[in-house]
């Protein structure tokens, strides 16, 4: 089974040669799924909503037989509806029913596909838009192949712009841009798959990558860039990116092959290649590779492909687990302040402000005169130095005694207007401050 694999992988790499007397292999059909992703990443480019593809085989098959009705009929100014039914059947029975032929049909003269033969309101005859052909035929390409053939198609485009009298230069270097482009996303695409695919999906990507001749193709096309365009530095680099592209893409589709090879063919798993792989295998396949198909069948144990995430993973996923209780953490509730507690500290910090602003006016004696200070000051501070000072002289506690004289002082340009004198003097002298206070002052103190 190994030589076998290790034929029919080979053949669907590219080769290096495009010698005519090469066979190129017979033409594979993918299965179902890979057509409908080709199909959709191919209508992804003009998509206008989410879910908007008909992804059944039979769209394809309608569109085929919608131009071959079309194609066939004689009728003068066009077929109808009935006719074109007609026509569809009479031959053979499609794989799809009336009710879909009408879906489909009113689609497409919603689309312009399918036009009125006349312009007249109710004619019943009708025409096909000739690029429906077309489109069948690119479609039925991605049946087959995910585009490369038409990147082959470019490069070959590419070298008959160079060979022309009049070069366009623009088209040739965005030609080289675009294919080194494609070519990475090709090898990204292959290197991708080789990490993480099945060996079938790798075995079924080979199928989409059989094409002979692209090496070679994109080796000539670097020699006559440099040939005919020299001192031309920036399309030699497009023309050298675009051979490390395709040496790339050379490198991720030997790998893909390579990983089939190593793990379908020791690992005795069948159905890694299709029935018309092994048919035709057996037919175009030397003896000498065929005699020792099945050698190993008995013997040879199965390898298998893991990586160490994919054993981790798959451990986790079988081992048991359990479910352990815990006690909910106790519940932290901050403790409250106690509200006299508050109380008692904001009337020390009150006090403490209040000395200081006492002992700030009696830094030069026992006795301070304030009235000045009063004078000079707003009425908002006046009134708040004049409270606190009334504060501490109702302490009974606090050694600081206030004075306010009866005499009035008025001064009509000042901030204080009216103001009678005011003194402030320590505990510990009283009874000498207040005899001062008369004999200097000469009148009685009042509070």
């Not at 053939?149 to 270097?173: H, N, W, Y």
């Not at 000045?372 to 504060?391: F, T, V, Y």
């Not at 005499?407 to 009216?418: K, M, N, Q, S």
């Amino acid at each position: 089974m190994l030589e076998v694999l290790e034929m029919s992988v080979s053949d669907g790499l590219p080769q290096e040669s495009d010698s005519p007397g090469k066979a190129e292999g017979l033409p594979r059909r993918l299965s179902p799924s890979q057509q409908a992703r080709n199909v959709r990443a191919f209508s992804a480019v003009v998509a206008r909503f989410r879910e908007a593809l008909l992804e059944s085989p039979k769209a394809l098959a309608f569109a085929r037989d919608l131009v071959g009705a079309f194609a066939d009929s004689e009728m003068s100014g066009g077929p109808t509806k009935s006719e074109v039914w007609a026509l569809i059947t009479e031959k053979r029975t499609p794989q799809y029913g009336q009710a879909f032929f009408d879906s489909r049909w009113t689609i497409f003269e919603h689309y312009d596909a399918i036009q009125p033969y006349l312009a007249k309101r109710h004619q019943q005859r009708y025409a096909l838009h000739p690029a429906v052909g077309p489109a069948t035929l690119i479609h039925e390409r991605l049946r087959r192949h995910r585009g490369i053939e038409e990147l082959v198609g470019l490069l070959d485009e590419t070298r008959s712009l160079i060979g022309q009298p009049t070069r366009d230069r623009g088209a040739i270097e965005f030609n080289l841009l675009y294919c080194r482009q494609m070519l990475t996303l090709y090898a990204i695409h292959l290197e991708r798959l080789v990490a993480v695919a099945s060996i079938r999906e790798l075995a079924a990507e080979q199928r989409e990558h059989n094409h002979p001749g692209l090496s070679m193709r994109v080796k000539q096309l670097n020699e006559e860039v440099s040939a005919f365009f020299p001192g031309d530095h920036t399309l030699d680099h497009r023309a050298v990116a675009l051979v490390s592209a395709e040496q790339r893409y050379q490198q991720a589709l030997t790998a893909a092959g390579q990983r089939v090879i190593d793990q379908g063919g020791r690992s005795l798993d069948f159905e890694v290649l299709s029935a018309e792989e092994y048919l035709e295998a057996a037919r175009h396949a030397p003896l000498a590779l065929l005699s020792q198909f099945g050698a190993d069948l008995v013997v040879d144990p199965p390898s298998a492909w893991l990586d160490a995430g994919t054993l981790m993973e798959t451990v986790e996923d079988f081992a048991p687990h359990f479910r352990v209780r815990s006690r909910p953490p106790m519940p932290q509730v901050p403790r409250e302040p106690d509200p006299a507690q508050r109380m008692v500290e904001a009337r020390a910090r009150e006090r403490s402000r209040q000395e200081h602003l006492a002992e700030r006016a009696l830094l030069e004696g026992d006795l301070a005169d304030l009235t000045e200070e009063l004078r000079r000051s707003r009425w908002r501070s006046s009134a708040r130095l004049l409270a606190d000072l009334m504060g501490l002289d109702a302490d009974p506690y606090a050694p600081y005694q206030l004075r306010i004289g009866i005499e009035l002082i008025v001064d009509r340009i000042g901030w204080v207007t009216y103001l009678h004198p005011v003194y402030l003097s320590r505990r510990a002298g009283e009874q000498h401050v207040r005899p001062i206070l008369r004999r200097e002052h000469g009148h009685h103190d009042a509070l």
